[in-house]
């Protein structure tokens, strides 16, 4: 039992204050722990401040708890996780929700230097746009830049579209549809 004004710490000695990830309990007089994402804390569970460097946190004002830094993500544990080098942003190793420079964010939630066929990269987004149907490959502008033979179609260099092969139609799909026998 410490005396008034003095608190019992974790190595069993009583201070008048407590150590980091502890807060001095003015009723029991023992140093009791902080919630893991805080450094230190107030008697009422509020964050008083984090570990940029230690638990890679910062506290966010307006919640009064101590959220990731950027290019980090909370495993709800003490110390904050890298996100892997490709993400500017992430949820998880697997998941991420904005990208580094040069990198794309595709529908799996990852991050790659380059966009599958039929999309382009865009550089305002960080993210990859589809292509008009038509295009195998396009620019932003949504003008084609390439065909599919295997979609019967041809480039048409004075519109900048993919256009049906003789004996095929546009449906206005990717995939054109092979005229009936009689045309």
Do not use: E, W
Not at 51 to 74: E, G, I, K, N
Not at 79 to 85: A, N
Not at 111 to 131: D, H
């Amino acid at each position: 039992i410490c005396k008034p004004g003095h608190y019992l710490n974790p190595d069993s000695f009583c201070y008048t204050t407590c150590p980091p990830r502890y807060f001095a309990n003015p009723n029991t007089l023992l140093c009791q722990n902080c919630s893991i994402d805080c450094y230190t804390c107030n008697a009422d569970g509020t964050c008083a401040s984090c570990s940029a460097t230690v638990d890679f946190r910062t506290l966010d004002s307006s919640t009064m708890r101590c959220v990731p830094l950027p290019q980090y993500y909370d495993n709800l544990v003490q110390i904050c996780v890298h996100c892997p080098i490709v993400c500017l942003s992430c949820q998880s190793p697997a998941f991420c929700t904005s990208c580094a420079s040069g990198y794309y964010l595709q529908s799996d939630n990852f991050c790659y230097n380059s966009c599958p066929q039929r999309m382009v990269p865009n550089p305002q987004t960080s993210g990859c746009q589809n292509c008009p149907s038509d295009c195998l490959t396009c620019n932003l502008d949504g003008t084609c830049t390439s065909c599919s033979a295997s979609d019967f179609r041809v480039f048409d260099s004075v519109t900048s579209r993919c256009i049906a092969v003789q004996g095929y139609f546009d449906d206005l799909s990717q995939i054109c549809v092979q005229c009936p026998s009689s045309c």
